[in-house]
């Protein structure tokens, strides 16, 4: 990728390296996906982004693309250039040999083969290093990888489809369809993006969902069923998994997963809440009423008995996907991972207040 344009800012190079990084969030784990923007002395401009795993990192790309017109000028990375040797050469080399004078990095790669150490690399080589430049848009970005490092465990997303009214399916077990064609394939971008994706035999005895990617482009993730799944059935070949949800993120993690998409149904997304290992909510609204309290919800078994305990989190993006609405909510407690929450876009939508200015009733 190459294009030119006169001098950049660091703010404004690191907004373009996110934007790379985020075109191609689906394409490449188990790697980090990480965007560059190199710029030559003279001012031309040349871009990365990291190739599908085994392929060329980020740097490599943008390298490649500027040749020698990279002497003397600075690169803007995303995440700290690995410093071990992979399927690929280290990127701080690839920096080093390319002549680079600076180098701007957002986030500092927690990987433990990394660590600090491409950094070092850097500097003991005479290159001015900064850290930093953009660093909470990149580590929400980069969460499922930056959690997978830290703890072993993937990054877990609960996805719920409902009705205004909180309703998941109707009492006979249907479901199909509570939104529409453009909600189901913005799930299908979620699916696209995950490793992996988990459903319960409930889902599987009432729906036979493949749970593939089809409305997007994309690979499929491993599919996971809890408890077990027919031969027969369209989620085949799933891995099948009976036990603790603590020991199936433990087992994802150790796998590569770095990003988990729970799809129901509202035993397991009520399971998974409850025990507090969803990371990340998206709830696609569907401007439909089952208009009683016997369908089911969106999620099952045992809720707060009382207002003090009620969950609360914070909602991060709202939009409309096609005639559905999309929230995006993450838990209230500052994760390990993303520190305070990153509030990316409330729109008109008045920002949530902290659970200690709550005031009044529903
Ligand atoms: N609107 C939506 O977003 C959405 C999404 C998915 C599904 N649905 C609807 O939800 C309904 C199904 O939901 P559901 O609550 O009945 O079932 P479910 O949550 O899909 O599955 C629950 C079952 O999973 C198994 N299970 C759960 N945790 C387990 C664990 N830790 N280890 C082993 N097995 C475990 C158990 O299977 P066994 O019973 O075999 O022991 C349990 O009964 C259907 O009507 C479907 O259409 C809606």
Known sequence: ?????????????????????????????????????????????????????????????????????ARGGTAWVTLEPCSHTGRTGPCADALLSAGLARVVVALEDPDPLVAGAGLERLRAAGVEVEVGVQQDPARTLLAPYLKHRRTGRPWVVLKLAASLDGRTAAPDGT???ITGGAARADAHQLRAESDAVVVGAG??????????VRHVEGRDPLRVVLGT???EARVQPALEFQGDLDDLLEQLGERGVLQVLVEGGPTVAGE???????DHYVAYLAPVLFG?????????????????????GAITDVRMVGGDVRVDLTPFAPSPVTG??????VGEVEPVRDPSDAEGGA
């Open 1 to 69: 990728m190459g294009t030119s344009s006169t001098h950049v800012d660091d703010i404004e190079a690191m907004n373009q390296a996110i934007e790379l990084a985020a075109s191609v969030r689906a394409r490449t784990s188990p790697n980090p996906w990480v965007g560059c923007v190199v710029e030559s002395p003279s001012g031309a401009v040349f871009t990365g982004a990291t190739e599908p795993a085994g392929g060329r990192h980020a740097e490599v790309v943008a390298l490649d693309a500027a040749g020698e017109a």
């Open 175 to 177: 479901s199909q369809w």
């Open 203 to 212: 889902t599987v005895r009432a729906d036979d969902p493949a749970l593939t």
């Open 229 to 231: 799944a027919p031969a």
């Open 272 to 278: 998974f809440h409850r025990r507090g290992l969803v």
């Open 292 to 312: 009683g309290e016997d369908g089911r919800p969106m999620l099952a078994g045992p809720g707060a008995e009382t207002m003090a305990d009620v969950w609360r």
């Open 340 to 345: 305070p929450v990153p509030v990316v876009r």
